[in-house]
C-alpha cells in the first residue's frame, strides 16, 4: 500500500513515513501540499494521511485539494485524542477524512482499512470506529439536527436527530424506539448524514444515552445465535450488501458452472468489480476450490487492453472468489437480442480489437475457449473487448487460428444481419478470414495487417465522404457556414444541408473559413502589451489557427487504440493513461457520425473537442509533433501586439463570439443562442467575428483552452494548476486577459479544449 505521510513539520514527516515504511508500506513524506501533489502524480497512491490542526483552515484546504485532484485517494487525518467534535468539523466537507490518534501508525492504519472492509467502511468524513452508535452520540453531543440514512444491504431506515434529541425513527414497517433497536443491530450498516434535516414527526421519547445502551444490550443478546453461513447464499440476492474479501457486493449478474457473478465494489479505492463466487457445491471438494483459484491465476496471466483484466483472487468470509475489470455495456450476443446490429464500422473494430486479444494468445501460449459471441464485450463508453476466455488444461481449447478466423468471421456476419449492405473490401476481408487455401490469412499477423490498412483508408475517405454524397447547389459567393444554418428547422433535413453546405466549402475554400482545420498561423518575433500593460518580447511561433477538432482528436484515440506503447505521456500523468472524454460514445458515435443531438445541440466533426484534461491535451499536441502553448503565446496570438481587449478590438460585442450572453435556461429557451447563432458548442471559424490581428480563431469564445504554462491556484496557495485561457460559449466575461487557476490538470469540462503551437526553433 502507497500512502503519503503530509505533514508541515518536516521532520516529523520524515519520521512517520520512517515507521510505516518499515512495517512494508510504500510511505512517501512531505511537508506541503505540492510535495504530496507531487509524490501522487508520480505514483497512485492508496491514502494520505495529514496532521489535524484545530486551528485554521488547514484540514479544508487539504481534504478539498485531494478530493478535486485525486479523489480516489482516502483521507486520513491524525490528531492529539481525536473526539466527536473533530469528526463533526469536518462533515461538510466535500470529502471528509477518517481519524485517527496521532501519531499515527501503521498499525492503526491497518485496523482502519481492515474495520472499513468488515463493517462496509465508515460513514463518511469520520473514524472507521464511527458508526451508527457513534454517529447518534456524536450528533446529540453537538447539539445538531440531522437525519441519519442508514442501509445495510437491502434494508434502509432513518434516524431523525432535533437540535441534540432523538426524535423521529422509521424503517419499513416500523418506527419510533424499536425502529432505532433494528438499526443498532444491523451488521455491516453504512451511514450517511443530512445535516439540517428535521423529523417529520415524534416517535422518540427515550434519551439518546438508553436508546445506545439497549440497543448494545439487545445486539449482546443476539451474539448467541448461530453464525451467518455465507457459502450457503453464494448462489442468490442473499449475498448484496456483505463484504467479500475487500469487495462489497452490489448486485447480481450470472450463473455458470464456477459460481455467481456479482458487480461489486473494491472499498478502499472505490472501483467497480465483476466479482466471481464459488458455488456452494464446490467448497467440500478441495480438488474444486484449488482448480478454482488455478483458473483465476491463469486468467490473470492475461494481461492485454482487450481482454478483461483480473485484479485479485482469494478468500474472505469464508467464501472463495476473484475479481476482474467490470464494464458498463452487454456482450454482443445480448445487443442483438436487444435488437441491436453491427454497423461496419463498429464490426471492424470488434474485428481488430478481437484478433489483437486472440493473437496476444497465441503467441504468449495460453490456452482459450473457442470464440463464442457471449465473449465479445460492447461497452456502452469506451471499445470493445474479449471476455477473458483463458482455460485450464483439460477443459474445451481452441482449435487453431484458422478456425477461429472462421469463427470471428462468422459472428461479424451474424452481428451485421440487417444491417445496411455491407461493403464489397468488408466483404471480402470475411471471405479470406473463412478461406482455408490460397487467398487466405495464414496468421493473426496477416489479418491485423490487412484490417489495419482498411481502418486507415477509410479514416482519410471520411473527409472526402459528405461532398461526394451531396447534390446541393450552392451559389459561388455563399463560402461561410453560416450559425443560423444549423438551428433553423431543427430538423435533419436542415442539418444535412448545412453539414454539405460546409464540406462543400471545407474542401473547394480549403484556407478560408474553417476549411483546413489544421491550418496554422505565423505570429513574427517581437514584443506586445502583456497583461496590466506590460510589455513582453517572444520569439516567433505558429499556432493553430483553429481549436482542436473532434475529427482530430477521434484520430489521436484511434492511434492510442492502435499502439498505446506510442503514445507520450506527460511525466505527471498515469502511465496507462485513458484518453476518451468520458461521454466520448455519445458525442462521436451518436453525435457526430449518427447526427443525433448530444445535450440539446449538434455536433460536427469540426466541432471543437471537449471534455479533455490537461494531459489529454498534452498527450495529443505530443503526438503531432506539438506542445501546448504557453499563455503568453496564447495571448500575444490572441490580442495582437497592441493588447486588444477582445480580437476585434477593445468593445465587446455578443455577436462576434460565440459566448455565452444568450445562455439562459438551456435548450428549451426561446433565447438560446439567439445572439451568436449558437447554444452551446460552434463549428470552428464558424463566429466569423472571433478573429485576432494575426487571424488566429475563436480566442474570445467557443471553449476556453488549456495552457503549458503553471500558477497558484488562488483557493490552495500551494497547489499550482495548468492556466486556462479564453472565454467560451458559456462565458459572459471573455476579456482576453482573463486567467482561470481553478482547474486541476484532471479536471474535465464541457467548455474546456485547446489548440497546439510549435515554435520556429523547435521546428528547425
Same mark, same amino acid.
Given at each position: 500500500?502507497?500512502?503519503?505521510?503530509?505533514?508541515?513539520?518536516?521532520?516529523?514527516?520524515?519520521?512517520?513515513?520512517?515507521?510505516?515504511?518499515?512495517?512494508?508500506?510504500?510511505?512517501?513524506?512531505?511537508?506541503?501540499?505540492?510535495?504530496?501533489? /507531487?509524490?501522487?502524480?508520480?505514483?497512485?497512491?492508496?491514502?494520505?494521511?495529514?496532521?489535524?490542526?484545530?486551528?485554521?483552515?488547514?484540514?479544508?484546504?487539504?481534504?478539498?485539494?485531494?478530493?478535486? %485532484?485525486?479523489?480516489?485517494?482516502?483521507?486520513?487525518?491524525?490528531?492529539?485524542?481525536?473526539?466527536?467534535?473533530?469528526?463533526?468539523?469536518?462533515?461538510?466537507?466535500?470529502?471528509?477524512?477518517?481519524?485517527? =490518534?496521532?501519531?499515527?501508525?501503521?498499525?492503526?492504519?491497518?485496523?482502519?482499512?481492515?474495520?472499513?472492509?468488515?463493517? &462496509? $467502511?465508515?460513514?463518511? &468524513?469520520?473514524?472507521?470506529?464511527?458508526?451508527?452508535?457513534?454517529?447518534?452520540?456524536?450528533?446529540?453531543?453537538?447539539?445538531?439536527?440531522?437525519?441519519?440514512?442508514?442501509?445495510?444491504?437491502?434494508?434502509?431506515?432513518?434516524?431523525?436527530?432535533?437540535?441534540?434529541?432523538?426524535?423521529?425513527? +422509521?424503517?419499513?414497517?416500523? *418506527?419510533?424506539?424499536?425502529?432505532?433497536?433494528?438499526?443498532?443491530?444491523?451488521?455491516?450498516?453504512?451511514?450517511?448524514?443530512?445535516?439540517?434535516?428535521?423529523?417529520?414527526?415524534?416517535?422518540?421519547?427515550?434519551?439518546?444515552?438508553?436508546?445506545?445502551?439497549?440497543?448494545?444490550?439487545?445486539?449482546?443478546?443476539?451474539?448467541?445465535?448461530?453464525?451467518?453461513?455465507?457459502?450457503?447464499?453464494?448462489? &442468490?440476492?442473499?449475498?448484496?450488501?456483505?463484504? #467479500?474479501?475487500?469487495?462489497?457486493?452490489?448486485?447480481?449478474?450470472?450463473?455458470?458452472?464456477?459460481?455467481?457473478?456479482?458487480?461489486?465494489?473494491? #472499498?478502499?479505492?472505490?472501483?467497480?468489480?465483476?466479482?466471481?463466487?464459488?458455488?456452494?457445491?464446490?467448497? +467440500?471438494?478441495?480438488?474444486?476450490?484449488?482448480?478454482?483459484?488455478?483458473?483465476?491465476?491463469?486468467?490473470?496471466?492475461?494481461?492485454?487492453?482487450?481482454?478483461?483484466?483480473?485484479?485479485?483472487?482469494?478468500?474472505?468470509?469464508?467464501?472463495?472468489?476473484?475479481?476482474?475489470?467490470?464494464?458498463?455495456?452487454?456482450?454482443?450476443?445480448?445487443?442483438?437480442?436487444?435488437?441491436?446490429?453491427?454497423?461496419?464500422?463498429?464490426?471492424?473494430?470488434?474485428?481488430?480489437?478481437?484478433? *489483437?486479444?486472440?493473437?496476444?494468445?497465441?503467441?504468449?501460449?495460453?490456452?482459450?475457449? =473457442?470464440?463464442?459471441?457471449?465473449?465479445?464485450?460492447?461497452?456502452?463508453?469506451?471499445?470493445?473487448?474479449?471476455?477473458?476466455?483463458?482455460?485450464?488444461?483439460?477443459?474445451? #481449447?481452441?482449435?487453431?487460428?484458422?478456425?477461429?478466423?472462421?469463427?470471428?468471421?462468422?459472428?461479424?456476419? +451474424?452481428?451485421? !444481419?440487417?444491417?445496411?449492405?455491407?461493403?464489397?473490401?468488408?466483404?471480402?476481408?470475411?471471405?479470406?478470414?473463412?478461406?482455408?487455401?490460397?487467398?487466405?490469412?495464414?496468421?493473426?499477423?496477416?489479418?491485423?495487417?490487412?484490417?489495419?490498412?482498411?481502418?486507415?483508408?477509410?479514416?482519410?475517405?471520411?473527409?472526402?465522404?459528405?461532398?461526394?454524397?451531396?447534390?446541393?447547389?450552392? =451559389?459561388?459567393?455563399?463560402?461561410?457556414?453560416?450559425?443560423?444554418?444549423?438551428?433553423?428547422?431543427?430538423?435533419?433535413?436542415?442539418?444535412?444541408?448545412?453539414?454539405?453546405?460546409?464540406?462543400?466549402?471545407?474542401?473547394?475554400?480549403?484556407?478560408?473559413?474553417?476549411?483546413?482545420?489544421?491550418?496554422?498561423?505565423?505570429?513574427?518575433?517581437?514584443?506586445?502589451?502583456?497583461?496590466?500593460?506590460?510589455?513582453?518580447?517572444?520569439? /516567433?511561433?505558429?499556432?493553430?489557427?483553429?481549436?482542436?477538432?473532434?475529427?482530430?482528436?477521434? @484520430?489521436?484515440?484511434?492511434?492510442?487504440?492502435?499502439?498505446?506503447?506510442?503514445?507520450?505521456?506527460?511525466?505527471?500523468?498515469?502511465?496507462?493513461?485513458?484518453?476518451?472524454?468520458?461521454?466520448?460514445?455519445?458525442?462521436?458515435?451518436?453525435?457526430?457520425?449518427?447526427?443525433?443531438?448530444?445535450?440539446?445541440?449538434?455536433?460536427?466533426? %469540426?466541432?471543437?473537442?471537449?471534455?479533455?484534461?490537461?494531459?489529454?491535451?498534452?498527450?495529443?499536441?505530443?503526438?503531432?509533433?506539438?506542445?501546448?502553448?504557453?499563455?503568453? !503565446?496564447?495571448?500575444?496570438?490572441?490580442?495582437?501586439?497592441?493588447?486588444?481587449?477582445? =480580437?476585434?478590438?477593445?468593445?465587446? %460585442?455578443?455577436?462576434?463570439?460565440?459566448?455565452?450572453?444568450?445562455?439562459?435556461?438551456?435548450?428549451?429557451?426561446?433565447?438560446?443562442?439567439?445572439?451568436?447563432?449558437?447554444?452551446?458548442?460552434?463549428?470552428?471559424?464558424?463566429?466569423?467575428?472571433?478573429?485576432?490581428?494575426? $487571424?488566429?480563431?475563436?480566442?474570445?469564445?467557443? #471553449?476556453?483552452?488549456?495552457?503549458?504554462?503553471?500558477?497558484?491556484?488562488?483557493?490552495?496557495?500551494?497547489? @499550482?494548476?495548468?492556466?486556462?485561457?479564453?472565454?467560451?460559449?458559456?462565458?459572459?466575461?471573455?476579456?482576453?486577459?482573463?486567467?482561470?487557476?481553478?482547474?486541476?490538470?484532471?479536471?474535465?469540462?464541457?467548455?474546456?479544449?485547446?489548440?497546439?503551437?510549435?515554435?520556429?526553433?523547435?521546428?528547425?
Amino acid at each position: 500500500m502507497r500512502v503519503i505521510l503530509l505533514d508541515p513539520q518536516a521532520d516529523d514527516a520524515a519520521d512517520f513515513a520512517k515507521a510505516f515504511a518499515e512495517a512494508g508500506f510504500d510511505a512517501v513524506a512531505a511537508a506541503s501540499l505540492e510535495d504530496a501533489f /507531487a509524490a501522487m502524480e508520480s505514483k497512485p497512491c492508496d491514502a494520505v494521511l495529514f496532521r489535524f490542526a484545530r486551528e485554521g483552515d488547514w484540514p479544508a484546504r487539504v481534504c478539498e485539494a485531494v478530493a478535486a %485532484n485525486f479523489p480516489q485517494v482516502r483521507l486520513v487525518g491524525y490528531a492529539e485524542a481525536p473526539t466527536s467534535n473533530d469528526a463533526m468539523s469536518v462533515r461538510g466537507l466535500t470529502s471528509a477524512p477518517d481519524l485517527l =490518534p496521532a501519531p499515527p501508525t501503521p498499525e492503526a492504519l491497518t485496523a482502519l482499512f481492515s474495520r472499513a472492509a468488515e463493517g &462496509g $467502511g465508515a460513514p463518511t &468524513g469520520v473514524a472507521a470506529a464511527f458508526r451508527l452508535p457513534d454517529l447518534i452520540q456524536m450528533t446529540c453531543i453537538s447539539q445538531k439536527t440531522a437525519r441519519l440514512r442508514v442501509t445495510s444491504g437491502s434494508h434502509e431506515g432513518s434516524v431523525y436527530i432535533h437540535a441534540g434529541v432523538v426524535a423521529h425513527a +422509521e424503517i419499513p414497517g416500523l *418506527e419510533g424506539e424499536e425502529a432505532v433497536y433494528e438499526m443498532l443491530g444491523w451488521d455491516d450498516a453504512e451511514v450517511t448524514m443530512d445535516e439540517g434535516v428535521g423529523a417529520p414527526k415524534l416517535s422518540v421519547t427515550a434519551g439518546w444515552e438508553h436508546l445506545l445502551m439497549e440497543g448494545a444490550r439487545r445486539r449482546d443478546e443476539r451474539g448467541d445465535a448461530a453464525p451467518r453461513d455465507l457459502r450457503n447464499e453464494a448462489l &442468490g440476492e442473499q449475498l448484496i450488501g456483505v463484504m #467479500v474479501g475487500p469487495f462489497r457486493v452490489r448486485k447480481r449478474l450470472a450463473s455458470d458452472y464456477w459460481g455467481t457473478l456479482y458487480e461489486a465494489t473494491q #472499498v478502499a479505492v472505490n472501483r467497480t468489480v465483476a466479482l466471481k463466487i464459488l458455488q456452494p457445491a464446490f467448497y +467440500e471438494d478441495p480438488q474444486q476450490i484449488q482448480q478454482f483459484v488455478a483458473f483465476a491465476a491463469a486468467m490473470a496471466r492475461a494481461q492485454n487492453p482487450y481482454i478483461t483484466a483480473v485484479y485479485e483472487a482469494g478468500e474472505g468470509n469464508g467464501l472463495y472468489f476473484y475479481a476482474r475489470e467490470h464494464l458498463d455495456g452487454a456482450s454482443l450476443r445480448t445487443r442483438l437480442q436487444q435488437g441491436q446490429v453491427l454497423t461496419e464500422d463498429l464490426a471492424l473494430r470488434v474485428l481488430l480489437n478481437v484478433s *489483437e486479444a486472440l493473437n496476444y494468445e497465441k503467441k504468449n501460449g495460453i490456452l482459450h475457449t =473457442p470464440l463464442t459471441m457471449e465473449q465479445i464485450l460492447i461497452p456502452d463508453i469506451g471499445v470493445p473487448k474479449l471476455l477473458n476466455n483463458v482455460t485450464m488444461e483439460g477443459g474445451e #481449447v481452441s482449435a487453431g487460428e484458422h478456425e477461429e478466423m472462421k469463427r470471428l468471421a462468422a459472428i461479424l456476419r +451474424e452481428g451485421m !444481419e440487417g444491417a445496411a449492405g455491407c461493403s464489397e473490401e468488408f466483404q471480402s476481408l470475411l471471405a479470406r478470414m473463412e478461406s482455408a487455401g490460397e487467398g487466405g490469412f495464414s496468421a493473426w499477423d496477416a489479418l491485423l495487417h490487412e484490417g489495419h490498412q482498411i481502418d486507415l483508408r477509410r479514416r482519410a475517405m471520411r473527409v472526402v465522404r459528405p461532398l461526394a454524397a451531396s447534390r446541393v447547389v450552392v =451559389p459561388e459567393e455563399k463560402k461561410v457556414l453560416r450559425p443560423w444554418m444549423l438551428w433553423a428547422a431543427g430538423g435533419l433535413a436542415a442539418a444535412a444541408i448545412a453539414s454539405a453546405l460546409f464540406w462543400h466549402y471545407a474542401l473547394r475554400f480549403r484556407n478560408e473559413g474553417a476549411g483546413d482545420v489544421g491550418a496554422t498561423i505565423t505570429v513574427k518575433e517581437g514584443d506586445f502589451v502583456y497583461q496590466d500593460g506590460s510589455r513582453l518580447a517572444l520569439p /516567433a511561433f505558429e499556432i493553430d489557427k483553429y481549436e482542436v477538432t473532434l475529427g482530430q482528436y477521434a @484520430k489521436f484515440l484511434e492511434a492510442c487504440v492502435k499502439n498505446r506503447a506510442a503514445i507520450q505521456e506527460h511525466p505527471s500523468a498515469s502511465k496507462n493513461k485513458d484518453h476518451f472524454p468520458p461521454e466520448w460514445n455519445l458525442v462521436w458515435t451518436e453525435g457526430v457520425e449518427k447526427g443525433r443531438l448530444y445535450r440539446g445541440a449538434r455536433v460536427y466533426k %469540426n466541432t471543437p473537442v471537449f471534455d479533455v484534461d490537461y494531459y489529454d491535451a498534452w498527450a495529443y499536441a505530443k503526438w503531432t509533433g506539438k506542445r501546448l502553448p504557453t499563455e503568453q !503565446e496564447w495571448e500575444k496570438a490572441a490580442r495582437g501586439p497592441n493588447g486588444n481587449l477582445f =480580437p476585434w478590438g477593445n468593445t465587446f %460585442n455578443a455577436a462576434s463570439a460565440n459566448t455565452g450572453a444568450d445562455l439562459e435556461n438551456g435548450p428549451g429557451d426561446p433565447a438560446f443562442g439567439r445572439i451568436d447563432g449558437f447554444g452551446l458548442w460552434a463549428p470552428v471559424g464558424a463566429a466569423r467575428g472571433d478573429r485576432s490581428y494575426y $487571424g488566429v480563431v475563436d480566442m474570445a469564445g467557443n #471553449v476556453s483552452e488549456w495552457t503549458d504554462s503553471f500558477d497558484f491556484n488562488p483557493d490552495f496557495p500551494t497547489s @499550482k494548476v495548468p492556466v486556462v485561457r479564453g472565454g467560451s460559449w458559456a462565458s459572459r466575461d471573455v476579456r482576453l486577459t482573463l486567467r482561470d487557476l481553478r482547474n486541476s490538470p484532471r479536471n474535465r469540462s464541457r467548455q474546456i479544449g485547446f489548440r497546439c503551437v510549435s515554435a520556429e526553433a523547435e521546428k528547425k
